[in-house]
């Protein structure tokens, strides 16, 4: 595992870094996910509803979830196109 921060500490620009979270069933997973803010979600075309603001990552190929981070790392310079 690289060496992590807080979530606290992470980028809320909308660049995607790697992150650190704890599913339900008590899994830990990594992801690679973006911070989406109210601005940014209306830029995008959305209502920037709150209950959508928050970190986001796909789960797989076609899904994406709003999840609970607890650290993050910068992504490897070969990850930033994903």
Not at 7 to 24: C, L
Not at 46 to 58: Q, S
């Amino acid at each position: 595992m690289p060496n992590t921060s807080p979530i606290a500490t992470a980028p809320k620009n909308g660049s995607k870094v790697r992150v650190f979270w704890t599913d339900a069933d008590g899994q830990e997973n990594e992801s690679i996910a973006q911070y989406r803010s109210a601005d940014m979600l209306k830029a995008l075309g959305g209502e920037g509803d709150a209950n959508d603001v928050g970190w986001w990552a796909y789960v797989d190929s076609s899904t994406q979830k709003k999840i609970q981070p607890h650290s993050w790392a910068p992504l490897a310079s070969d990850e930033e196109d994903e």
